[in-house]
């Protein structure tokens, strides 16, 4: 091979290569969260004040089902948590689901604290606690 081939070679080589670095990087649907500040989630560390919300549970998260699908195709989370009291609304039942939608910096899991929303019953699923999502500090935020 050539002085010019393998010149030209090398500089196709690293052109593709560059190509397809920011191919993943614009079209990767699995995006994280670059920022710790950015996380949000559902889990108050303690009882939250001046949320409006007709719902505050105090919950341990018990498992994670898998995610499913909302009719405008937004992912969903939905969770088993066992309710251990009910600060603010009513609630006849000691298990619900805790449902929220999932972006690419909402944390999740298993855990105990409080929940606030909006209950809901699905055909499928039963009661479900529509859970509304706050920033990482915020939920951690201390009084």
């Given at each position: 091979m050539s002085h010019i081939g393998r010149v030209f070679g090398w500089k196709t080589t690293k052109f593709c290569t560059l190509c397809l670095i920011v191919g993943c990087l614009v079209f990767d649907r699995a995006e994280a969260c670059l920022l710790s500040s950015s996380q949000s989630g559902?889990?108050?560390?303690?009882?939250?004040?001046?949320?409006?919300?007709?719902?505050?549970?105090?919950?341990?998260?018990?498992?994670?089902?898998?995610?499913?699908?909302s009719p405008n195709h937004t992912p969903l989370a939905v969770m088993k948590a066992r309710v251990e009291r009910v600060v603010r609304g009513t609630l006849d039942s000691d298990a619900l689901k805790v449902v929220t939608y999932i972006g690419s910096c909402t944390r999740l899991g298993v855990g105990h604290g409080f929940v606030t929303g909006r209950l809901e019953h699905d055909a499928q699923r039963g009661l479900e606690l529509i859970a509304i999502q706050r920033s990482y500090e915020i939920l951690t935020q201390r009084r």
């Open positions: 559902v889990l108050f560390d303690h009882i939250p004040e001046g949320i409006d919300a007709p719902v505050i549970v105090e919950v341990t998260i018990v498992s994670r089902e898998a995610d499913i699908s």
